[in-house]
């Protein structure tokens, strides 16, 4: 193969992929905005898992909802942030030393939030996919096919925020309800 050839190859190919990620959108988040609505977002995510879990039916557990959010898209407009996320959330309990899961949900959403009084954020929409035979369109839709959100991050993050919320040692083994 010619040096000539090659370098025609990958013009295109750079070409291609540079077109790919104009389409997608920007490449990265904002961290300092991620930083700063990201305690928001994962606050009303707790908010909103209260009540479905398991653990919350069996008092001596003091079970608690503890949600993650990773981001995937985020886009401020004029006052408005719009956040293409994906979610964890696991409700953890406590019983004879041992972390106990009871319930947890996974997934996609978008999140709007507007700025508060406060110089803070709020959020004003969730908007979470159909289940069943709507869920990828609803994903298409929302993300894009390049910008589809992948897995949630693994719950280890979220086991060590229950572990410490409930006074267990690091290495407290973790047990279903």
Do not use: K, N
Not at 37 to 45: D, K, M, N, T, Y
Not at 49 to 78: K, N, Q, V, Y
């Amino acid at each position: 193969m010619s040096a000539g050839r090659w370098g025609t190859g990958l013009a295109a190919t750079v070409v291609l992929v540079a077109t790919g990620v104009w389409a997608a959108g920007p490449g990265g988040v904002d961290d300092r905005l991620w930083g700063r609505v990201r305690p928001v977002i994962e606050a009303r995510l707790v908010a909103d898992s209260r009540g479905s879990g398991s653990g919350e039916a069996e008092p001596a557990l003091h079970a608690r909802w503890f949600c993650r959010a990773d981001a995937r898209d985020l886009d401020e407009h004029e006052g408005v942030v719009r956040a293409g996320v994906t979610t964890l959330c696991l409700e953890y309990g406590v019983r004879a030393g041992t972390l106990e899961e009871c319930g947890g949900a996974a997934g996609p959403q978008v999140v709007r939030l507007e700025r508060d009084g406060r110089g803070g954020y709020r959020v004003v929409t969730r908007e979470e996919p159909p289940d069943g035979e709507g869920y990828g369109r609803w994903v298409a839709d929302h993300f894009g096919p390049l910008a589809e959100p992948g897995p949630a991050e693994p719950s280890a993050a979220l086991a060590a925020a229950a572990r410490t919320h409930f006074g267990l040692p690091a290495d407290a083994p973790v047990g279903d309800c």
